[in-house]
């Protein structure tokens, strides 16, 4: 069974652009989450997507969007680039209504760097 | 304010002893504690979770504690292995919102 994907790997914007993270579910998961671990920091939550529709949200300002598709991947979009937004974004995924002993899977995460 | 605090060093143990890593929550009432495994630039690996009425749960060389009193989780790994280097996230789970509070990571190293 695969396990959660994301793409790209590393990703290179300057400061003021706009980044797009993917993100592919483990097959039969619907909610995924999305969270930033900047570098010396805990990971940060930003944002929960369950059968298609936003659930919950961290405390990020609005430039930090995203959705989620029919198919259950997701996209987090994040417009006008700041330097402190480099860090690794971490997708999840979970069973809407899974027993939480099995966790969250997380992929292996998208580096985002803004110079 | 609202904090979870591990292990503020890093820890560096000898192959075959326990190593307890700390897990300290103030203001938050989790219903859930969660413990995950992280190498480097890879995403946390979920390890085990321990429920608000539970004290204690075991997984092979692994073992948590939670006392909600103290409001502190320890989690032990017996054994250890150099393989067991990494670093381990605690995570705080409030049942609702399916948001996870997480620790900012204690760095074991496990040497041979």
């Known amino acids: 069974e695969a396990g959660v994907t994301q793409s790209p790997t590393h990703l290179i914007k300057t400061r003021g652009q706009q980044a797009t993270l993917r993100c592919s579910p483990i097959?039969?998961?619907?909610?995924v989450y999305w969270y930033q671990q900047a570098l010396g920091l805990g990971l940060q939550f930003l944002l929960w997507?369950?059968?298609?529709?936003?659930?919950n949200r961290g405390n990020f300002p609005p430039r930090f969007s995203g959705r989620q598709f029919p198919n259950y991947s997701s996209e987090l979009n994040v417009n006008a680039l700041e330097l402190e937004d480099s860090a690794l974004y971490l997708c999840?995924?979970?069973?809407?209504?899974?027993?939480?002993?099995?966790?969250?899977?997380f992929g292996s995460g998208t580096r985002l760097t803004v110079v | 304010s609202q904090k979870i605090e591990q292990n503020s060093e890093a820890l560096n143990i000898q192959e075959g002893k326990t190593a307890t890593l700390t897990c300290n929550y103030t203001?938050?009432?989790?219903?859930?504690l969660q413990w995950y495994r992280q190498d480097p630039g890879r995403g946390p690996v979920f390890l085990l979770l321990?429920?608000?009425?539970?004290k204690e749960k075991r997984k092979e060389r692994l073992k948590v504690t939670f006392d909600t009193t103290l409001k502190q989780s320890l989690f032990h790994i017996t054994a250890s292995q150099p393989a067991d280097s990494a670093t381990y996230l605690c995570?705080?789970?409030?049942?609702?919102?399916?948001?996870?509070?997480f620790g900012t990571g204690t760095s074991l190293t496990v040497i041979p």
């Open positions: 999840a995924s979970s069973l809407r209504t899974g027993d939480r002993a099995y966790g969250y899977t």
């Open positions: 097959s039969g998961h619907t909610s």
């Open positions: 997507y369950d059968e298609g529709e936003e659930r």
């Open positions: 203001n938050y009432s989790p219903a859930y």
């Open positions: 321990i429920r608000e009425n539970e």
């Open positions: 995570a705080l789970d409030m049942r609702t919102g399916n948001q996870f509070y």
